[in-house]
């Protein structure tokens, strides 16, 4: 156990689904990040959230759309995704440089 | 912008051996340094960090070294064990730490019996 909760830890969903990721800190970190990890690809950055708010979008496609409802708790939501999208999504969380990750979500998109 | 190249590997040493993963870096500022590790099925663990030149991160025998001369934060560790066996990212971090972790592509490290 990390400190940082992410469910479900698989996911295989058709092009067509809604789904969603849920990733959940209780340490005290003011924020929160979402990566896509792919085979043979850097870890790359999606989403950024400080104090709840959004500061980053790394040009991710509007299929992906987050959601921090409060400094704990961070949301991916999933819909009309592609075979590409598949890949090892991560969260971490951050309070100044100290980083802690999540175990990831595998996603598999049909 | 900022960057990270690494040794991709797969780089596969006998136990008991030297290891060295280099990586160097490319930043707008002054970056906080990371290595960090990733077993099979798991997310990415921190193993060392270094926040300013000429600092020596170290964890579990591992160390590197933050030279800003070379822009380099290569990891060492004197004797390598199977269980070391894994994938090992270099990152950075700029701006106060809370704009995310750049990270390089990863060397994916096999230590033979």
């Known amino acids: 156990e990390t400190g940082v909760t992410q469910t479900p830890r698989h996911l295989v969903m058709g092009m067509t689904n809604k789904k969603s990721l849920k990733c959940e800190q209780h340490?005290?970190?003011?924020?929160m990040y979402w990566y896509k990890q792919s085979a043979k690809k850097p870890l790359e950055l999606m989403f950024v959230?400080?104090?709840?708010?959004?500061?980053e979008n790394n040009s991710v496609p509007s299929r992906f759309s987050p959601e921090c409802p409060n400094s704990s708790h961070l949301f991916l939501h999933l819909h009309t995704l592609q075979p590409e999208d598949s890949a090892l999504y991560l969260c971490?969380?951050?309070?100044?440089?100290?980083?802690?990750f999540g175990s990831g979500t595998r996603l598999t998109v049909v | 912008g900022n960057s990270v190249t690494q040794m991709e590997g797969p780089v596969t040493l006998s136990e008991e051996a030297f290891l060295t993963i280099n990586c160097t870096y490319t930043?707008?500022?002054?970056?906080?340094l990371f290595w960090y590790v990733q077993y099979p099925g798991e997310g990415l663990q921190l193993l060392l960090k270094?926040?300013?030149?000429?600092d020596k991160g170290s964890n579990k025998g591992f160390e590197a070294t933050y030279r800003k001369e070379t822009t380099s934060f290569h990891l060492e560790k004197g004797s390598v064990q199977v269980s070391d066996s894994a994938v090992y990212f270099c990152?950075?971090?700029?701006?106060?730490?809370?704009?995310?972790?750049?990270f390089g592509k990863g060397t994916h490290l096999i230590i033979q019996p």
């Open positions: 971490a969380s951050s309070l100044d440089y100290g980083y802690t």
């Open positions: 340490l005290g970190h003011n924020a």
């Open positions: 959230y400080n104090f709840k708010e959004q500061t």
């Open positions: 930043a707008t500022g002054y970056p906080s």
């Open positions: 270094a926040t300013k030149a000429d």
């Open positions: 990152a950075l971090s700029d701006l106060g730490g809370a704009d995310g972790l750049t």
